[in-house]
């Protein structure tokens, strides 16, 4: 099976080449040369991505603008890359024999619908997002228009909304492996289990930290939260206390991933616990915490 991956030089993108490159044929197409793009151009470049197309069987889409770029690039710029290129790509994959695509997205488009005045926002695949920028936007758009041509040309397209996964403070980080982030290589895992399942018509998944919480505790998390983190996470409380971390008095939202974990049988197997061996190897995927003077 041959796999192409846009993006394929991004960290994410990165992590799901890595992944995927013992078991299968892998491609990658970035704008950024490195090891894992195996073309360099644009991923709005028709020809390049015919070219890039031949013999492939699977489309991993992760290429995008980003929120950094909000404010760097144009709306104009935002809707031909996130958008256009990913209708494009779609339409062409199925020109050139595309059995499956796998759309990489975020749980960040959900907007001001994560965070309901006065409680925790839970959030899951049925919650309405309520977009705030252009990023936002542009990837509920994309995952329209590729639930539209799912239906049109009976392509199997699974969205993999992927939660907070960049470098930042070891505290925040373990934090949010319980309610709001993951592990680059467990969104890679993700994209594993999506093509192995390889589900009839449209499919979105919230990909995101197992939690010890439940919609019933938004209350307490958004005004209690060191209390219940202290019930749910000993062990957790217990490691923060040790590095002289304090615990939040309001977690403001959790991303529920339950049903990628009962539909794809995805699992995310880096917790805390892998936030904070990251932090004591200096692991450069992790920040360490600032010291208050």
Request: contains cysteine; aromatic residues 8%; neutral net charge.
């Amino acid at each position: 099976m041959k796999i192409l991956i846009t993006g394929s030089a991004g960290r994410v993108g990165r992590a799901i080449y890595i992944k995927l490159m013992t078991n299968y044929d892998v491609v990658g197409l970035d704008k950024t040369p490195c090891p894992t793009a195996d073309y360099v151009g644009d991923i709005r470049d028709h020809d390049l991505i015919k070219q890039v197309l031949d013999g492939v069987d699977v489309i991993i889409h992760t290429a995008a603008l980003h929120a950094p770029h909000v404010g760097l690039h144009s709306d104009d710029n935002f809707y031909t890359i996130n958008v256009d290129a990913t209708e494009q790509l779609a339409l062409l994959g199925i020109e050139a024999g595309v059995k499956q695509f796998i759309f990489t997205s975020t749980t960040a488009l959900y907007g001001s619908a994560s965070t309901p005045l006065g409680k925790t926002g839970w959030i899951n695949e049925q919650v309405i997002p309520k977009p705030k920028s252009i990023y936002h936007k542009t990837k509920i758009a994309a995952e329209a228009k590729l639930e539209a041509i799912s239906i049109k040309h009976t392509l199997p397209i699974t969205v993999l909304q992927m939660s907070r996964c960049f470098p930042e403070p070891a505290d925040i980080m373990a934090l949010f492996r319980n309610s709001r982030g993951i592990d680059a290589r467990d969104v890679a895992h993700a994209h594993l289990c999506a093509i192995e399942k390889k589900l009839n018509g449209f499919n979105r998944f919230i990909i995101s930290g197992v939690t010890p919480y439940s919609k019933e505790d938004c209350q307490q998390l958004y005004r209690q939260a060191d209390k219940l983190i202290a019930e749910r996470l000993p062990t957790l409380a217990d490691a923060f206390k040790q590095r002289g971390w304090p615990l939040p008095t309001c977690l403001d939202r959790v991303y529920d991933s339950t049903k990628a974990q009962q539909q794809l049988g995805w699992y995310p197997k880096h917790d805390f616990n892998s936030v904070l061996a990251m932090l004591d190897d200096e692991s450069a995927e992790v920040l360490p915490v600032l010291k208050n003077n």
